[in-house]
């Protein structure tokens, strides 16, 4: 096997779900979420490997207030690479538009409600992504709108690797309470579409706190760990809504031009001990 270097390959990180406050509030009452942010952006910035972009995939706030996205734009300040915002149930996009206006990206609304969906090149990668917010309410919806403008995209960019990003998730999670505020209408008809677009790496989601894999179309949908707060894992049909202090992390979806394939990692944030070798001149450690 031929190894692959590092620069025919694409870093693309995923981090969601950062649930920001105003500087003082707790979310729930109970949780600072910010330190944990802060902790998330040291480790993407700790990375061996520089990434090429951060896409966030939505519940950027926790109520998507101005005082919240402000607070969020100097956490994710000592990012150096470009930084991709979504909304989430949990965001405006309004208000995000307004308090991100460097975020060219944002302006551009795709279809009657002005939908957050934008394509941009990260690397070799086509990265498109989805609007399933419905103001308001905390399920997702994929319209024929936001569809059609994902077909459009997919239509033109055949042949290279693509990576669609949304926030809420295609799929039945088994966590119940989840479920019931998921994406309830569109997912059969984003996989048919999905199905019909081999280049299509990965489907990349938030929402659920938790790392959760499916085939899905062909390809691979996941969901990602948050910086802070993790939904419990509870598959008793009606288990309760909770949440926990897990440990937190976040996704590292590298696509190797060599290999023609996308690797998708489960990254730790926070500090740890080590590194620490396994050998000693050549010889493993006894």
Do not use: K
Not at 41 to 60: E, F, H, K, N, Y
Not at 156 to 176: D, K, N, Q, S, Y
Not at 199 to 228: K, Q, Y
Request: hydrophobic content about 40%; aromatic content about 6%; some cysteine.
């Amino acid at each position: 096997m031929t190894t692959t270097t590092t620069e025919d390959t694409t870093f693309l990180v995923q981090l969601t779900d950062l649930h920001i406050r105003e500087p003082g509030r707790l979310a729930y009452g109970r949780i600072d979420t910010a330190p944990f942010l802060e902790h998330a952006v040291q480790s993407v910035l700790r990375l061996p490997q520089r990434p090429d972009a951060v896409v966030i995939t939505g519940d950027l706030s926790d109520f998507g207030r101005a005082a919240e996205y402000e607070h969020l734009a100097r956490l994710l300040a000592p990012l150096t690479m470009p930084v991709y915002l979504m909304p989430g149930n949990h965001d405006d996009r309004g208000q995000l538009r307004r308090s991100f206006p460097g975020h060219a990206y944002l302006a551009a609304g795709v279809g009657s409600a002005g939908f957050v969906q934008y394509a941009v090149r990260v690397g070799a990668l086509r990265l498109l992504t989805l609007d399933t917010c419905v103001p308001g309410a905390s399920h997702g919806e994929l319209c024929g709108e936001r569809l059609g403008w994902l077909e459009e995209q997919l239509d033109a960019c055949r042949g290279e690797p693509v990576v669609i990003a949304m926030h809420h998730p295609p799929f039945r999670t088994l966590i119940g309470h989840m479920d019931e505020i998921g994406l309830q209408r569109g997912a059969e008809a984003l996989e048919a579409l999905v199905a019909r677009h081999g280049n299509v790496e990965r489907v990349i989601c938030g929402h659920l706190h938790r790392a959760i894999d499916v085939r899905f179309g062909g390809t691979i949908a996941s969901t990602s760990p948050a910086p802070a707060h993790q939904v419990c894992l509870d598959l008793s049909p009606g288990a309760p809504s909770a949440w926990a202090l897990e440990p937190p992390g976040f996704r590292v979806h590298a696509w190797s031009a060599q290999d023609g394939r996308l690797v998708t990692h489960l990254a730790a944030s926070g500090t740890f001990e080590g590194p620490f070798p396994f050998h000693d001149n050549g010889e493993l450690i006894d």
